[in-house]
């Protein structure tokens, strides 16, 4: 299974709630318009042709690879709950107060 994050921006409603629903089922919504969703690289073309039909020209609609050999690149988890401060050391002004 392969983790992504799916971003989207769908001025039609019931189309943007189409499009929540198709993800909802590969993961899980983190934030209004975004996703995690865990698919199988050979499931993309069924995934795409899934959403495709509730998709205009002038919606946006990101699928971005997650790359899960480097979990410390993360910031936050699913929570909200901070990541262990000696993660932060790479960047100066880190944690913020």
Do not use: T
Request: glycine share 6%; aromatic share 10%.
């Amino acid at each position: 299974m392969s983790l992504y994050v799916a971003a989207y921006d769908i001025s039609h409603d019931d189309h943007r709630d189409r499009v929540a629903q198709i993800l909802a089922r590969y993961g899980r919504r983190v934030q209004r318009s975004v996703f995690e969703v865990s698919i199988e690289p050979e499931e993309l073309p069924e995934v795409k042709r899934l959403l495709g039909p509730w998709l205009s020209r002038d919606d946006a609609f990101d699928l971005y690879p997650v790359d899960r050999r480097s979990p410390g690149h993360r910031i936050f988890d699913g929570e909200n709950r901070r990541v262990p401060v000696s993660l932060w050391s790479c960047c100066e002004g880190y944690p913020p107060p």
